[in-house]
């Protein structure tokens, strides 16, 4: 061994591979990660693409947090284990810097990367991962290493790379950092990260996929709470069902037919709200949002039907409507266009970095 730091030992990283236990060992596999989180930072320093800067953090994120995931779940029971005089003073430090970039990643995970703040939120991340690398290769492990012999740290590093692989990938700063709970929790929550990182692959934090998804969902929530509405006006009113918007559908399809149809109804109701959703989310990432946006969705819902309905000479011009028939169509289509604006806002409110209050 090399020469030994200020607490008498030899760090990890002025160890050869032999002398860490050969490449298996839980002192190599450690080492091998932090070189990777390592050049991970050096990447997003060196890139001046923006995009290309989150989808670093994204990758760098999803390795230290599966990196802590494993220690806690393997490497810190086997280091009290090994070492029960030590009173946890070591390993509760470095849980603590755990928690810490658990925090900062759950911010950063809803932050787009062109957002105010998000290079030094991303910095101070970068810090408390060099801080914690230094704690487990200059002290942790060498402890460690002084009363496990070579094929036990074998052992702890096969077990650790197992609970690596199947970790959660996404910040959880409300989750046990110890065992069991980790461990019990960790199984879900692995699940349903993979759920989130597809998604995410599919359309990433800050693009127009990621902005229409969203104003689909807003869409579906706007006409959900908007037919909810008009249920509960017909069942007071005693209003029939309308049509008219299942026969405007076949007749832009070229397939008109005199008979009334629910599918066709549905489809054209359900549709449109998804359609428009869509437009209102690509709305929000250009900039029109609170009251503007508002105002805007509610009068695209309102004429977008009625442009449609008298084109196609399903229907009248709605000034020739009855003046209360016309106030309850446009009342019903308020209420989505609100409810839809409403959400597409809380959508991307959830995608902005806290700094910027938007």
Do not use: C
């Not at 284990?81 to 430090?93: F, N, V």
């Not at 996929?209 to 008009?230: C, D, K, P, S």
């Not at 008979?259 to 054209?268: R, T, Y």
Request: glycine letters at 10%; aromatic letters at 4%.
């Amino acid at each position: 061994m090399t020469n030994p730091r200020h607490n008498g030992l030899t760090s990890v990283a002025d160890q050869s591979e032999e002398e860490r236990g050969g490449p298996g060992s839980i002192l190599s596999r450690q080492s091998a990660d932090h070189a990777e989180l390592d050049a991970l930072m050096a990447a997003y320093a060196a890139e001046p693409d923006v995009d290309a800067r989150g989808r670093v953090v994204a990758e760098l994120a999803e390795r230290a947090l599966r990196h802590a995931f494993a220690e806690e779940t393997v490497l810190f029971p086997a280091y009290r284990r090994h070492l029960p005089g030590d009173r946890d003073e070591l390993t509760a430090h470095i849980e603590g810097d755990h928690q810490q970039v658990n925090d900062l990643l759950k911010d950063l995970q809803r932050a787009d990367p062109r957002s105010p703040g998000y290079d030094d939120e991303v910095r101070r991340v970068f810090e408390v991962i060099r801080h914690d690398a230094h704690d487990e290769e200059d002290d942790l492990l060498p402890r460690l290493q002084q009363v496990a012999g070579p094929e036990e740290l074998r052992v702890i590093g096969a077990a650790w790379e197992a609970a690596r692989r199947g970790s959660p990938t996404r910040p959880h700063p409300k989750v046990s950092r110890h065992p069991p709970g980790n461990v019990v929790a960790g199984v879900g929550l692995a699940v349903s990260d993979r759920v989130k990182d597809a998604v995410d692959h599919r359309a990433p934090i800050g693009t127009a996929r990621r902005a229409a998804g969203q104003g689909a969902l807003a869409g579906l929530v706007g006409t959900a709470v908007m037919t909810g509405g008009e249920k509960l006006e017909q069942a007071l009113t005693g209003r029939p069902n309308s049509f008219v918007p299942g026969h405007t559908l076949r007749r832009l399809l070229g397939r008109d037919d005199p008979h009334d149809s629910v599918g066709w109804n549905l489809a054209m109701h359900w549709g449109t709200g998804v359609f428009l959703g869509v437009a209102a989310g690509l709305a929000g990432r250009a900039g029109l949002r609170g009251v503007p946006g508002i105002l805007t969705s509610v009068g695209v819902r309102v004429g977008f039907d009625h442009v449609l309905e008298t084109a196609t000479g399903v229907e009248r011009s709605p000034l020739a409507w009855p003046a209360r028939l016309l106030a309850v169509d446009t009342l019903h289509k308020s209420v989505y266009g609100l409810v839809t604006s409403v959400v597409v806002d809380r959508l991307r409110a959830r995608t902005q970095h806290p700094a910027r209050g938007d």
